[in-house]
């Protein structure tokens, strides 16, 4: 569904099934934009004259922001569509408010939605030539996120075979994490290590390639990557976790236990930080945090992603080449 | 429509209950059946011949749970319209739950519904009330008015009660008036609405997990209360493997349980909703192959007492909506049959199994001698077409509700004429 019959890019719902080289394709041109000179000035011209429509019936900052830039600094026409205020809170079915935006004609929707699999659903009923990116689905994917980090990674360790990743913190509800974890598998990562209270990892989860922790000193031990999931203060209210206090006491990410891993391991978070709940101030602006790397590497990898959805669409027309 | 007397030629006569399964005649006059076979009266002189040559003569089915939509849920669909899909596949008797917009708490709201199937003649109707008033969980309804205006049981839907304290007393009150309880084995605070079996399948696609224990938790406090009672009780709509093992105990230990699994569980599995297929959500949900095997067995080995419908008919918005915010249910009708059949084709069920856990077995938990052909019974009788062979389409259902999940699967044999109190109510 997310690929075109010859194999593109068509719509960017989920990382599980693409296969490995495409995954390297978003990164090398993610890569490629990076390294444009003045690049915040630059306006390639790959989307010019596209719609691109934002419809995030989530909140977000980051992730709307930055494909807001990804988007301008590639020509398009951007509308953020405020949905909080819109039709779906007077009752209008989420198929009705996509059948609207399409009549306003446009070429890509980013959508971010609280229900696992919504973004599939869009991509089935939308119109034919409209793209979906996937901005996050409930508790299932954030595939543009994840290649941010993977990005974030390639950049300091290069080669992802003999890599140890430990993904700390709330797998349970977490799309970051199981869109990491489709990523690193694809990617063929040595070790993906999963660090979390029993309460916050989900069933099975195994069976998706990776070793289960509770304890994270163990977890991180001889780690070349760690990456630290946002802790939601409603988790203390659902009893899964007695406090904030005892969170960071046995899962926050101090600097005496950054030092079980790897002398050289990078420390990443999705965003926005709990400082002091999943992890300590120092670690998250100390030497080995990436944090705000991954942040401008997610303009990048979401340019890569545009541009490539794009190319599925208008193959022959020329108009959608970048290199 | 109305003819004093009827003769079914040369049909292959099934009924499991006494064991016949030959080809016969069958002679109906007023509304009843008069002759089988060589106990025809000389003098019968039919109005209206029948060749049911190749066809098989079935009882008429009785389903033990529909819901019908009406009064409160109009949109979706009309009694006359779903009856009549019933008719369509052979069903001449329908229980209709009580739900949450329709909570059939009140000797009026029975009264209607008796009225309107009464008045569409496709169906015979056996109404199950509501346990607690407005289905809310706190207060007893009133049972004593539903009986006297006709209920057949009482249930409380998917709908939670209050605490054990109130389903015991529940218990007793509907015992008072012999009432049979249908009780959905759900622990509402493991239950997630939009869920998903427990299973990597569901961490994988980000969906709410719903575990085994949701039911298995909630039968085995029901059947505490059952052993202190002695009130008999049905679960509706097992789904998992230990919700099997705690039924077989309790009726090894002599308690008076029963139990019905829908149709579709013993087909789809959690493997089913892999693309977010919302025609797969299902209260309870699909759950693992091992659990659909261990249901299997159960109707082999005899341990379930009926397969029932589940009959959930939507308008078509209900489903088009990402997974979790989809309504539940399966338009069922149609494939209650055909299902079971195909039970008989692989070889899981004999054919009497598959006839009985649709006719006389699910008679027997509403307390009706129905779902039988015999001397004097009413004449309620399917005619079914083994040879037929068809493939279904959402769009091509009777229901108005189109929402299946088994469009494409292809079925021997089809219901061509269903005969209620010996009036044909329909005719391929």
Not at chain 1, 306 to 315: E, K, L, N
Not at chain 2, 80 to 87: I, Q, R
Not at chain 2, 247 to 267: C, I, M, N, R, Y
Not at chain 2, 296 to 322: N, T, W
Request: aromatic share 6%; with cysteine; net charge neutral.
């Amino acid at each position: 569904m997310q690929l075109t019959k010859d194999g593109k890019l068509k719509h960017f719902l989920t990382i599980e099934g693409l296969p490995p080289l495409l995954l390297e394709e978003i990164l090398d041109r993610a890569q490629q934009f990076i390294s444009l000179p003045n690049k915040s000035q630059v306006q390639a011209p790959i989307l010019r004259g596209k719609t691109v429509m934002n419809l995030f019936f989530e909140n977000s900052t980051r992730t709307r922001t930055t494909f807001e830039l990804a988007a301008k600094r590639l020509s398009a026409d951007l509308i953020n569509l405020d949905i909080r205020n819109s039709a779906t809170t007077k009752g209008e079915s989420l198929l009705d408010t996509i059948r609207t935006i399409e009549a306003m004609g446009c070429d890509m929707f980013v959508v971010r939605h609280s229900s696992s699999g919504a973004a599939h659903f869009i991509a089935r009923y939308c119109a034919p030539h409209i793209s979906v990116l996937n901005a996050g689905d409930g508790r299932h994917a954030h595939p543009t996120q994840a290649m941010l980090d993977m990005l974030t990674i390639r950049q300091h360790k290069g080669d992802f075979t003999p890599l140890k990743v430990a993904i700390v913190g709330d797998i349970k509800h977490s799309r970051v994490a199981r869109s990491q974890i489709h990523a690193l598998t694809t990617l063929c990562a040595g070790e993906i290590r999963l660090v979390a209270p029993k309460t916050l990892m989900p069933f099975g989860i195994e069976d998706m390639g990776v070793n289960v922790y509770n304890d994270i000193e163990e977890g991180i031990k001889g780690v070349d990557v760690i990456i630290m999931l946002r802790l939601q203060h409603e988790r203390m209210n659902t009893a899964l976790l007695p406090s904030v206090r005892e969170y960071y006491a046995r899962y926050g990410l101090t600097e005496e236990r950054l030092s079980l891993a790897k002398a050289d391991a990078i420390v990443m978070h999705p965003g926005p930080v709990n400082r002091g709940v999943e992890i300590d101030s120092r670690v998250a602006d100390g030497p080995q945090s990436v944090i705000l790397q991954q942040v401008s590497n997610g303009i990048a990898v979401r340019m890569a992603v545009m541009s490539m959805v794009i190319g599925s669409h208008a193959q022959g027309t020329g108009d959608a080449n970048v290199s | 429509m109305s003819h004093k007397s009827t003769l079914i030629k040369n049909g292959r006569v099934i009924d499991p209950k006494s064991g016949l399964d030959e080809v016969a005649d069958i002679a109906i006059r007023k509304k009843k059946i008069v002759g089988i076979g060589f106990k025809i009266p000389p003098a019968f002189d039919p109005d209206i011949t029948i060749d049911a040559e190749g066809l098989w003569v079935l009882p008429g089915i009785i389903d033990l749970s529909a819901y019908l939509r009406e009064p409160g849920l109009e949109n979706k669909t009309r009694i006359p319209y779903e009856t009549y899909a019933a008719a369509s596949a052979g069903i001449t008797e329908i229980c209709c739950m009580p739900e949450t917009n329709s909570p059939i708490d009140n000797g009026a709201t029975v009264k209607l519904i008796r009225s309107k199937v009464k008045q569409a003649k496709y169906s015979q109707i056996n109404v199950i009330g509501a346990l607690t008033q407005g289905l809310k969980g706190e207060q007893l309804s009133h049972m004593g008015s539903l009986k006297y205006v006709g209920c057949v049981g009482v249930s409380q839907g998917w709908n939670p009660v209050k605490d054990l304290a109130t389903l015991r007393k529940c218990m007793e009150y509907a015992a008072t008036f012999e009432l049979p309880l249908f009780l959905h084995p759900l622990d509402h605070s493991l239950m997630i609405k939009g869920g998903m079996h427990e299973g990597p399948l569901a961490t994988r696609l980000g969906l709410s997990p719903i575990p085994a224990a949701t039911e298995t938790a909630a039968m085995a406090q029901i059947i505490a209360l059952v052993e202190e009672t002695e009130t008999p009780v049905h679960f509706c709509r097992l789904s998992t493997a230990k919700s099997i093992s705690l039924l077989k105990q309790a009726k090894e230990s002599g308690l008076p349980v029963t139990a019905d699994v829908a149709a579709h569980q013993l087909f789809l599995t959690e493997m089913d909703l892999s693309d977010y297929n919302p025609l797969c959500n299902t209260i309870p949900p699909l759950r693992s192959m091992r659990d659909r095997d261990a249901l299997r067995q159960a109707a082999a080995d005899g341990v379930i007492d009926a397969i029932c419908s589940d009959h959930q008919p939507h308008e078509v918005d209900a489903k088009l909506a990402p997974f979790e915010e989809t309504s539940p249910g399966i338009s069922a009708f149609e494939t209650l049959l055909p299902l079971s059949l195909r039970l008989v084709e692989e070889k899981i069920l004999s054919l009497d199994q598959a006839i009985g856990y649709l006719t006389h077995k699910p008679a027997n938990i509403i307390g009706s001698n129905t779902g039988r052909i015999k001397i004097g019974a009413k004449a309620n009788l399917s005619l079914f077409d083994p040879e037929q062979f068809w493939q279904l389409e959402p769009e091509q259902l009777v229901s108005h509700g189109k929402n299946t999940p088994f469009s494409g699967w292809s079925f021997n044999g089809k219901t061509v004429l269903t005969l209620l109190k010996g009036k044909t109510i329909f005719s391929q």
